[in-house]
Structures are given as C-alpha cells and as structure tokens.
C-alpha cells in the first residue's frame, strides 16, 4: 500500500512528482459515473458541494451497512457486546494497520476524531508535568495554523499543569517546502531556549486553514536531530488524501479521521502510537473497566455508545476498491482535479493559489479577488455564509492578514490577495460545482459586491 | 414534571369547592399492546430479554427519528452545523431540563453515557490535587458497588492525582434504607479520620450489580450535614426508572442515561451540574474549540461525531407520552410488574428477593437456587452464557460471595428487568430453565472453563 510520496518530505530525488504507480487494468467491475452519483444522491442538491475537506462524505453502501451494524446490536446487545463488537473493533483496526503500514495493531486504536487524539496525546503530556517528569516550562511546540480544537486543548491541559507553549508561524502563501522546514527550525530553538526540553511538538500533517501539505517527514526528522522528545501528527486529512506510511514518516504519534476523506460515515479515526518499549501511559479520558489494558481496548469500549462506524471501515474499505487505482486510484484523481480547478479559477479571476501544486493534496488554497475587500476573519466567515445562501456554493474562506505594508502577494487588479478559499475535490464533485463557484465570485466582483456590504 | 411520589399534581381551582380529580381519560390514542410489540419487533424475538438494564431499548420511530437526523448532516453537514445542530441540542438540553425539573437550561448538559459524565466531574477533582487546591489524602468516597467504569475512573483521576478512595460497604441482601444510612455514615468518619476533606462522595441513585434502589436525597443531607465538599450521584439508571427531581436530591452533580430506559437510541446522558461558583472548572475531557464557553455547549460540540442521538430527544417524549400516564405511568407499572415477577420467581425457586420492593425500580435481584452451585464471578458468567445459548434466556448474575457460617448460602442472584416490550412468558421461561437445570443436578462445575 504505501508507496512513497514525495509531497511528505524525506530526500528529493528530483523526480517528477506523479510517481510512476503500474496502471491498474481498468476491470468491467470499476464504479461507473452513475453509480457514483447514485451513492451520493442524498447530497443537497442545488448545492455546489465544493467542501469535502471540514466533514467528509459518506457513500450510501456505506451507510447502509453502518445502519445493519446499529440494527446488530438494538436486535440483541448483549450478545453482541459480549460475542460481535471486540473482534468487529479488531478487525477494522487490523485493516487501518495495513493501509498505513504500521508494524503491529497494537499500535493502531480507533477513537472519535483527531480532536479526541489530541486530547489523549496532552493529557499525557499533562500528567508528564503534574507528576513532576517534566520541568516547569518545558516546551510545547505547535503550528500557528494548528487547528482550533488543538491549540484549545493544549490551553486546558499544557499550560494550567506548567508548561509553555510555543507557536510556529509557517509562512502563507508558500513557495516551497523549505520556507516550511526553515520556519520550523527557528520555531524548534525558540522552544529550547534557556534550556527548556521540548516535550512535545505538534505537527500538522495538512493544515486546515489555510490549507497546505507539509513535509512532514522532514520536519519529523528535523524534531529528531534538535532533540524534541516526542512528536505528534496531527493528520485529520490525511488518509485518503496523501500516502500514509507512520513507519516512514517517523512520528511517535500520528492520528488522521477515516470520516473526512475515507468514506466512513461520522465518526471515526485512528491513533497510531508508535510501540515502546516502556508503558506509553497513553489514556482515553473516558474511563471504562477497560482501564490499564492498553489504548487500542480502553478505546473500544468507553460505555455504551453506538461504535458501528468503528465497525464499518470494511466497508469502506470495499467501497474504495471498487474504483479504478482504489484509494490511490482515488487520491490521484482528486489531486489532479483539484489542482485543475484551483488553476482554472485563478486564471478566471486574475489571483493565485496559495502553494505550488506538490504542497497540496485533494484540498488547495485559491485566492478571492481584492476586490471583495476581505479584511477580517469575520469578513470571511460572512462571505462563506452569503455564497452559501445567495449562489449555493459550500466553501470556507480564510482570510490572510497583509504581512507588511506593500508585501504579499497581489491580483490583476494590484490589490492586496487577503481571501483564500479552500476548494476540495472529491469522487462526487464535477467540473459544474467549480465553475458555478467560479461565477458566483465573477458576478460579485462586477457587481461591486464588496463584505462591507454584509451586514 | 417528576414528583417525589410519582402521582401526578393537579392544577387547583380558585375559590369553589374543588371539583374531584378528572380521571385521566384513556385517551383513544393511547399505544396499544400491538403497536408496543410493532415499535420493539426488531428485538430477537427468540430470546426472552429480561436485562433491559444494561444496554436499554429504542423504539422503530425513535431509531427512524435518529435516521432523518443522520440524514440531514449527511445531506449538506456544512449548513447543519451552522445552522441547525445547536438549536438542536438546545432544545433536547431544555426537554431534559423540564423533566428533571432543574432550575436552568445551563446546569444541563449532553454526554454520551454516565461513563462520560464521571470522567468530566473527576478530572476536575484531579486537578484539584494537582493544583494543590486540595492536599494529598484529601478522600473521595463511592460505594463499594459502585459501577466498574467509575471504580477505574476513581483509580485514573483521583488515586493517579494523590487523592485517598473510601468504599462504602453495603450489604446485600439488604433490607432496609437504614443499613445502607448507616454504613454510609461509618464511611464518611473513616474519610475524615485523619483530618483530611472529603471533597467527593460518589453516590449511586440505582446500583447497577446488585441492583438496589438507594436512598439518596437522605445520603446527600447527610453529606451536607459532614461537610462533604461536593456530591456526585450516579443515576444511570435514573431518568425512566426511579423519579429524578434534581432539586429535591440537592446534589452538585447528576448523572443519567437516557437510552437506558428513557427509550433513545444509543448513546445519550444528561449531567446536570448545580449551578454554583464550581461549574466553571467543568470540562469536558475532549477539548474543542468552544473550551471555556461552559460545560453544556463544550459537549455539545467535540469535534465532527454523530450527534443525532442526542438530537432525537424531543421525540422520545413525544413516545414516552404515548403511553397511558406518561413516563410516570410507565414507571408504575414496569416496577409493579417486575417485583410481581420476581416474586413468582422466588416463590418457584424457594429463594428471596435481593431487598424489599421498595428498594427496587424496573429491576429486582432474585436469589438463584444454592444447589446450581454458584462459587465465583466466573461461575455466573458462564452461567449466564449458558442460559443465553441453551435457553435463549438474558439476564446478567451477580455473584454474592457467602459470609461465615452460612448454611446452603444463596450466592447467585439474577437481576431481571421490566420495560414496556416485556411479557409474562419472559419470565415463565427463566422460571422454568432454572427449574429444568435443578431437576437435572446441573452445577456451574459442570459448566466449561
């Protein structure tokens, strides 16, 4: 399954970046055009549906077999807890280890979301500092960019038990992956200053907003050399999207959600946890019976819940097969589209794309004309809302703040590029939802639409 | 709304002679029995499923209810989320609230099981000690029958953070409220022994094994009255099966599960937090980006997840109130009938119940006959497992270890539910499958490892 990508980092061989995969034979059995509109028929229509990357999407095979999974256990739930769930929990984590090339399942546990992982990964880290292994002040290092939801947790369980944090800022637009690498290594010494460790540095394998593919194998070997204790990757979008080999990509802790870009249907994520060979005094924070008998069975019994879209990654499994290539058949044609229509748009609208097209993977950053006059994460936020609500368009919008006075990157216009929206490609997508994106903003710009007249 | 005494209180009149009660009519569109076995036909209809206790039951237009929801979200999940998913919780928050007559929407807040709730309410104690807000020792006390996930829960916040745990010893079998007064009484003076606070006593509304009704509003006074900082109560057994009148127990802090017998879908609780100085330190373990906005709205988003159990409460209610009484009315006579079944057990076997009727909700212990030879934890699980497989029989055991001097000990007691899908024949089959393994000298020895 893992093959190398290039666009993770490690050493560049130059190579072009369409790594030469055989050709699989297309089978009269591949997924059709129509088969593929009929899985995901429930999706609104009249919605240019332009938004893969936030919540993913969930094929109807899929949904079907999650909903026998739920009707499995309310038909008799005893005997399922007690003969059904453990080795239906085993064996999607059994096909997670293989599809990521982890040594051993034990590495491999299934909780809710990265968001769930990271709250695993700081409370150990928490503890690390109440117990008094760490020093006060030893370092967290994490992205500028990292997702909300990591840098909140990191305020709840990092800074109140002792520890500092540091925050890297990684430069955006980008050019290439040594600005990242070099941004890093100086984020890296600030956290070591004054002979602090640095426990932990949280990396994201794609950012969210604003949306790039990092090297992240580059970056876990820089943490490597600069003595950095553990590392966490933070992969929300990353399985089924980019190549995943945790081996090859070194981190100690590595989480993505198979809901996002996988076709499983909300929730479900996997954390690897790289074997040690002491106790890793990783924890879920929802505490069952199960306690002290490893991560991967603490997480999969934390109560009585519904786990059937833990149980239902097979299924989603077999649903990937069934295209031309499988996942990797999959993840290329998303890339290739995506990038297409990210140029395409460009070119209509006289911006830029946020990263060149090897620093993205089924997502990329596409800048909105200045003419929009977006100044302000609000003024994005309204945008996102307007275009929803007025042209049927599903797209986040990140707003970029103007580095310096007459830095940064400008449209045909000469006006400052301060919007970026994040176009996804997925299987269900067509080249119409983009060109109807396309227009929306074409039409806003003639017509003087501007956010401040947003109320 | 929940009344201690679980009659219905009826508006007065101004000035004239009351007229009598009305006499709830039984309204034509009451749920009869055929539309009762139609909304649970999708249970295995083989097995006589007497343990609604530990994994509860959802309606069909409940679990149809919960697809539309999931529906929606799978539709355009971007809209729903900025648009309808919070109202959506807001308004199942404020049907929890009015049912358990809580003063505030804001002391309510949605998790997904009991299991959830006591790591929300612990973590805050760890950090306590962590904080040295609190001293090393400082006691947190629970019941010695205290559910296995909080038992842990205790181990991984508290113990883990310095803290001392004291159990409550209670007897069982048990037969009155005041043996479970007193041990608890004797636990809080060994919790303050050495001058150390009790900063928490964990305190169960229904233990789950045994299963025990326990007096709690009694237990929290005095709590109260000892100078215990905060008080947990357990209910995950609670809303559906014993009244839950948030007020009237007085605690700081309780939890239930509603897919236990309040008929949703797996899985949604309630842990309602009184409203005090405190219930700013509540969070909720897994940290979104609403950390720091209050309890209530950091649980009702944690990152991208299936929300829509928690969604469907408003049409739980619209269920529950199909029946005769409301969810009153169902408690009233699930309780009736499953002490009338455990009796017609008991009697059939020549055993006791586990504690007076009284003591018990929808779920009562009936003593097994000594001769099956029950000896161990072990032994009533595969007992259990044998009844399920050759009798097609569901109903957990619990494994009462004998005292000293016991003559023909009862060692084995079977908790058997009652919930509105259950028949009489449920329990004629239990009665007559242990009667069957006792005319046939069965033991548990002779059951495989």
Same mark, same amino acid.
């Given at each position: 399954?893992?093959?190398?990508?290039?666009?993770?980092?490690?050493?560049?061989?130059?190579? /072009?970046?369409?790594?030469?995969?055989?050709?699989?034979?297309?089978?009269?059995?591949?997924?059709?055009?129509?088969?593929?509109?009929?899985?995901?028929?429930?999706?609104?229509?009249?919605?240019?549906?332009?938004?893969?990357?936030?919540?993913?999407?969930?094929?109807?095979?899929?949904?079907?077999?999650?909903?026998?999974?739920?009707?499995?256990?309310?038909?008799?739930?005893?005997?399922?807890?007690?003969?059904?769930?453990?080795?239906?929990?085993?064996? =999607?984590?059994?096909?997670?280890?293989?599809?990521?090339?982890?040594?051993? $399942?034990?590495?491999?546990?299934?909780?809710?979301?990265?968001?769930?992982?990271?709250?695993?990964?700081?409370?150990?880290?928490?503890?690390?500092?109440?117990?008094?292994?760490?020093?006060?002040?030893?370092?967290?290092?994490?992205?500028?960019?990292?997702?909300?939801?990591?840098?909140?947790?990191?305020? *709840?369980?990092?800074?109140?038990?002792?520890?500092?944090?540091?925050?890297?800022?990684?430069?955006?637009?980008?050019?290439?992956?040594?600005?990242?690498?070099?941004?890093?290594?100086?984020?890296?010494?600030?956290?070591?200053?004054?002979?602090?460790?640095?426990?932990?540095?949280?990396?994201?394998?794609?950012?969210?907003?604003?949306?790039?593919?990092?090297?992240?194998?580059?970056?876990?070997?820089?943490?490597?050399?600069?003595? $950095?204790?553990? &590392?966490?990757?933070?992969?929300?979008?990353?399985?089924?999207?980019?190549?995943?080999?945790?081996?090859?990509?070194?981190?100690?802790?590595?989480?993505?959600?198979?809901?996002?870009?996988?076709?499983?249907?909300?929730?479900?994520?996997?954390?690897?946890?790289?074997?040690?060979?002491?106790?890793?005094?990783?924890?879920?924070?929802?505490? =069952?019976?199960?306690?002290?008998?490893?991560?991967?069975?603490?997480?999969?019994?934390?109560?009585?819940?519904?786990?059937?879209?833990?149980?239902?990654?097979?299924? *989603?499994?077999?649903?990937?097969?069934?295209?031309?290539?499988?996942?990797?058949?999959?993840?290329?044609?998303?890339?290739?589209?995506?990038?297409?229509?990210?140029?395409?748009?460009?070119?209509?609208?006289?911006?830029?794309?946020?990263?060149?097209?090897?620093?993205?993977?089924?997502?990329?950053?596409?800048?909105?004309?200045?003419?929009?006059? @977006?100044?302000?994460?609000?003024?994005?936020?309204?945008?996102?809302?307007?275009?929803?609500?007025?042209?049927?368009?599903?797209?986040?919008?990140?707003?970029?703040?103007?580095?310096?006075?007459?830095?940064?990157?400008?449209?045909?216009?000469?006006?400052?590029?301060?919007?970026?929206?994040?176009?996804?490609?997925?299987?269900?997508?067509?080249?119409?939802?983009?060109?109807?994106?396309?227009?929306?903003?074409?039409?806003?710009?003639?017509?003087?639409?501007?956010?401040?007249?947003?109320? | 709304?929940?009344?201690?005494?679980?009659?219905?209180?009826?508006?007065?009149?101004?000035?004239?002679?009351?007229?009598?009660?009305?006499?709830?009519?039984?309204?034509?569109?009451?749920?009869?029995? =055929?539309?009762?076995?139609?909304?649970?036909?999708?249970?295995?209809?083989?097995?006589?499923?007497?343990?609604?206790?530990?994994?509860?039951?959802?309606?069909?237009?409940?679990?149809?209810?919960?697809?539309?929801? !999931?529906?929606?979200?799978?539709?355009?999940?971007? +809209?729903?989320?900025?648009?309808?998913?919070?109202?959506?919780?807001?308004?199942?928050?404020?049907?929890?609230?009015?049912?358990?007559?809580?003063?505030?929407?804001?002391?309510?807040?949605?998790?997904?099981?009991?299991?959830?709730?006591?790591?929300?309410?612990?973590?805050?104690?760890?950090?306590?000690?962590?904080?040295?807000?609190?001293?090393?020792?400082?006691?947190?006390?629970?019941?010695?029958?205290?559910?296995?996930?909080?038992?842990?829960?205790?181990?991984?916040? &508290?113990?883990?953070?310095?803290?001392?745990?004291?159990?409550?010893?209670?007897?069982?079998?048990?037969?009155?409220?005041?043996?479970?007064?007193?041990?608890?009484?004797?636990?809080?003076?060994?919790?303050?022994?050495?001058?150390?606070?009790?900063?928490?006593?964990?305190?169960?509304?229904?233990?789950?094994?045994?299963?025990?009704?326990?007096? $709690?509003?009694?237990?929290?006074?005095?709590?109260?009255?000892?100078?215990?900082? !905060?008080?947990?109560?357990?209910?995950?057994?609670?809303?559906?099966?014993?009244?839950?009148?948030?007020?009237?127990?007085?605690?700081?802090?309780?939890?239930?599960?509603?897919?236990?017998?309040?008929?949703?879908?797996?899985?949604?609780?309630?842990?309602?937090?009184?409203? =005090?100085?405190?219930?700013?330190?509540?969070?909720?373990?897994?940290?979104?980006?609403?950390?720091?906005?209050?309890?209530?709205?950091? /649980?009702?988003?944690?990152?991208?997840?299936?929300?829509?159990?928690?969604?469907?409460?408003?049409?739980?209610?619209?269920?529950?109130?199909?029946?005769?009484?409301?969810?009153?009315?169902?408690?009233?006579?699930?309780?009736?009938?499953?002490?009338?079944?455990?009796?017609?057990?008991?009697?059939?076997?020549?055993?006791?119940?586990?504690?007076?009727?009284?003591?018990? +909700?929808?779920?009562?212990?009936?003593?097994?006959?000594?001769?099956?030879?029950?000896?161990?934890?072990?032994?009533?699980?595969?007992?259990?497992?044998?009844?399920?497989?050759?009798?097609?029989?569901?109903?957990? @055991?619990?494994?009462?270890?004998?005292?000293?001097?016991?003559?023909?000990?009862?060692?084995?007691?079977?908790?058997?539910?009652?919930?509105?899908?259950?028949?009489?024949?449920?329990?004629?089959?239990?009665?007559?499958?242990?009667?069957?393994?006792?005319?046939?000298?069965?033991?548990? *020895?002779?059951?495989?490892?």
């Amino acid at each position: 399954m893992a093959g190398d990508d290039p666009r993770n980092g490690g050493s560049s061989h130059g190579h /072009s970046n369409h790594r030469h995969v055989a050709k699989k034979p297309k089978l009269s059995q591949s997924i059709s055009e129509s088969e593929i509109r009929a899985e995901f028929s429930h999706h609104a229509e009249g919605v240019a549906r332009i938004n893969n990357g936030s919540f993913g999407s969930c094929p109807a095979s899929v949904q079907s077999a999650h909903r026998d999974w739920q009707l499995r256990f309310l038909r008799q739930p005893d005997e399922f807890y007690f003969n059904i769930l453990k080795d239906g929990i085993l064996r =999607s984590r059994t096909l997670i280890k293989a599809l990521i090339n982890a040594d051993d $399942v034990e590495e491999v546990s299934l909780v809710d979301n990265a968001t769930t992982a990271a709250a695993i990964v700081l409370q150990q880290v928490s503890r690390g500092f109440a117990e008094s292994r760490f020093k006060p002040g030893d370092t967290v290092v994490m992205l500028h960019c990292a997702f909300q939801a990591v840098k909140k947790s990191i305020q *709840a369980y990092v800074t109140p038990a002792g520890g500092s944090v540091i925050e890297v800022e990684l430069p955006f637009p980008v050019s290439s992956k040594e600005e990242i690498i070099d941004a890093f290594k100086l984020g890296l010494d600030r956290g070591k200053r004054d002979g602090r460790t640095v426990r932990l540095a949280i990396i994201d394998h794609i950012t969210s907003m604003p949306s790039v593919l990092l090297p992240v194998k580059d970056l876990v070997r820089v943490c490597r050399e600069e003595g $950095v204790e553990r &590392v966490f990757v933070d992969a929300a979008h990353a399985i089924g999207s980019v190549n995943v080999d945790v081996k090859e990509i070194g981190a100690d802790f590595y989480v993505s959600n198979l809901h996002k870009w996988f076709f499983c249907p909300p929730s479900v994520a996997f954390l690897y946890c790289r074997k040690v060979d002491f106790s890793n005094d990783m924890h879920h924070p929802v505490v =069952s019976h199960e306690y002290g008998n490893g991560l991967p069975i603490e997480s999969a019994w934390i109560g009585t819940r519904d786990y059937s879209s833990q149980l239902v990654v097979p299924s *989603a499994v077999e649903f990937v097969e069934r295209f031309e290539g499988g996942v990797e058949g999959i993840m290329r044609w998303n890339h290739e589209e995506v990038v297409k229509m990210g140029k395409m748009l460009v070119e209509s609208w006289g911006t830029n794309l946020g990263s060149p097209q090897e620093m993205c993977a089924s997502m990329i950053m596409v800048g909105l004309p200045s003419r929009l006059l @977006i100044s302000s994460t609000e003024d994005a936020s309204k945008l996102r809302s307007y275009i929803r609500e007025h042209h049927g368009v599903e797209v986040p919008i990140h707003y970029q703040a103007p580095k310096e006075e007459g830095e940064g990157p400008r449209d045909k216009d000469g006006g400052r590029i301060t919007g970026y929206a994040r176009i996804s490609h997925q299987v269900y997508n067509t080249a119409e939802d983009y060109y109807k994106f396309r227009d929306a903003v074409t039409e806003l710009v003639e017509k003087n639409f501007t956010c401040r007249l947003i109320l | 709304m929940a009344s201690p005494d679980g009659n219905h209180r009826h508006p007065e009149t101004n000035g004239e002679a009351k007229p009598p009660a009305p006499k709830k009519q039984k309204l034509s569109t009451s749920i009869t029995d =055929s539309e009762i076995q139609s909304e649970f036909s999708h249970h295995d209809a083989s097995v006589a499923r007497i343990n609604n206790g530990s994994f509860g039951s959802c309606p069909q237009s409940i679990i149809s209810a919960q697809q539309r929801w !999931q529906l929606r979200f799978l539709r355009q999940p971007d +809209s729903f989320y900025f648009n309808d998913l919070k109202a959506g919780i807001l308004e199942s928050r404020e049907f929890i609230r009015s049912l358990i007559n809580a003063d505030d929407v804001s002391e309510v807040s949605i998790v997904d099981n009991a299991t959830t709730a006591a790591a929300v309410v612990l973590q805050q104690i760890a950090w306590g000690f962590t904080e040295g807000r609190f001293q090393k020792g400082d006691v947190a006390v629970m019941l010695h029958y205290a559910y296995g996930a909080v038992k842990k829960s205790m181990e991984a916040y &508290v113990t883990r953070a310095g803290g001392r745990v004291v159990e409550v010893q209670l007897p069982f079998p048990v037969s009155s409220k005041e043996e479970i007064i007193t041990e608890f009484r004797r636990a809080l003076e060994r919790g303050k022994e050495n001058g150390q606070r009790i900063r928490l006593a964990v305190i169960d509304h229904v233990t789950s094994m045994p299963s025990v009704v326990i007096p $709690v509003k009694e237990l929290v006074k005095i709590c109260r009255e000892e100078d215990v900082d !905060q008080v947990f109560v357990d209910a995950a057994h609670g809303i559906g099966c014993v009244d839950v009148d948030v007020k009237e127990i007085g605690a700081d802090f309780y939890t239930s599960n509603l897919h236990k017998w309040f008929f949703s879908p797996p899985s949604v609780a309630f842990l309602y937090c009184r409203r =005090s100085a405190k219930l700013s330190d509540l969070h909720h373990p897994v940290v979104s980006h609403e950390y720091g906005n209050g309890l209530a709205i950091e /649980s009702a988003w944690i990152g991208t997840r299936d929300y829509s159990a928690q969604l469907v409460v408003p049409s739980v209610l619209e269920f529950v109130n199909r029946f005769e009484g409301g969810i009153e009315g169902i408690k009233k006579r699930n309780h009736e009938q499953v002490v009338r079944m455990g009796e017609m057990l008991a009697k059939s076997w020549g055993t006791q119940l586990g504690c007076p009727p009284d003591m018990c +909700s929808s779920m009562v212990m009936i003593g097994l006959p000594w001769c099956l030879g029950i000896t161990s934890e072990r032994d009533t699980l595969k007992l259990r497992v044998h009844l399920r497989d050759r009798f097609a029989v569901e109903v957990p @055991i619990y494994y009462r270890a004998p005292k000293e001097g016991e003559v023909d000990p009862v060692t084995g007691y079977a908790r058997i539910s009652h919930q509105v899908y259950n028949k009489v024949e449920d329990y004629e089959r239990f009665r007559d499958a242990i009667n069957k393994l006792v005319g046939d000298k069965f033991t548990c *020895a002779s059951l495989s490892a």
